[in-house]
T-cell receptor
Framework: EAGVTQFPSHSVIEKGQTVTLRCDPI?????LYWYRRVMGKEIKFLLH????????ESGMPNNRFLAERTGGTYSTLKVQPAELEDSGVYFC????????FGPGTRLLVL | EDQVTQSPEALRLQEGESSSLNCSYT??????LFWYRQDPGKGPEFLFT???AGEEKEKERLKATLTKKESFLHITAPKPEDSATYLC?????????????FGTGTRLLVSP
């Protein structure tokens, strides 16, 4: 069974540009989560989808971040415009019960 | 606010030298406590879920235990391949939401 996949694995962009991260969950998992770890800090929750609906977006830092999950399958997280403090590793996880994580997207904003 | 504190930050062991990692937590009603392993450049890999005080789970050289305030991950006779960062996370019961609150992790290095 394929695990959670994320694309791209790395992204380097300049401040002010737009970046879109993609997450493909494990097939059949209704729950999809986005987390982020910035340098030296713990992994922090961003938001939670149940199918295509946002269940909890309390961790989204500001309105420069937009997450979507069309059709309840894959999800995208867009950062527009990117700022220096957005640099970090963005993880996606999916679950029926236990959360299984993808490999992450390493984002560097210069 | 839910909080997880892990200690030590880093631990260096000789192969075969058993030890324990600590995870202290404060949460408004514990739904579950989770242990993950993370290798460099990879995502967290699920190890265990513990739900109630007194519960224990084992997998190969790892054993996780839970009390009302903390969890321990015991590593018995570790091997170099056990080197990784071990993450502890809690899930609160009260809101009904499923987000995980993570600690900063313990970096374990096992030398041959």
């Amino acid at each position: 069974e394929a695990g959670v996949t994320q694309f791209p694995s790395h992204s380097v962009i300049e401040k002010g540009q737009t970046v879109t991260l993609r997450c493909d969950p494990i097939s059949g998992h209704d729950n999809l989560y986005w987390y982020r770890r910035v340098m030296g800090k713990e992994i922090k929750f961003l938001l939670h989808f149940v199918k295509e609906s946002k269940q909890d977006e309390s961790g989204m830092p500001n309105n420069r971040f937009l997450a979507e999950r069309t059709g309840g399958t894959y999800s995208t997280l867009k950062v527009q415009p990117a700022e220096l403090e957005d640099s970090g590793v963005y993880f996606c996880a999916s679950s029926q019960e236990t959360q299984y994580f993808g490999p992450g997207t390493r984002l560097l904003v210069l | 606010e839910d909080q997880v504190t892990q200690s030590p930050e880093a631990l260096r062991l000789q192969e075969g030298e058993s030890s324990s990692l600590n995870c202290s937590y404060t949460v408004s009603g514990l739904r579950g406590l989770f242990w993950y392993r993370q290798d460099p450049g990879k995502g967290p890999e699920f190890l265990f879920t513990l739900y109630s005080a007194g519960e224990e789970k084992e997998k190969e050289r790892l054993k996780a235990t839970l009390t009302k305030k903390e969890s321990f991950l015991h590593i018995t006779a570790p091997k170099p391949e056990d080197s990784a960062t071990y993450l502890c996370a809690v899930q609160a019961q009260d809101t009904g939401f499923q987000k995980l609150v993570f600690g900063t992790g313990t970096r374990l290095l096992v030398s041959p």
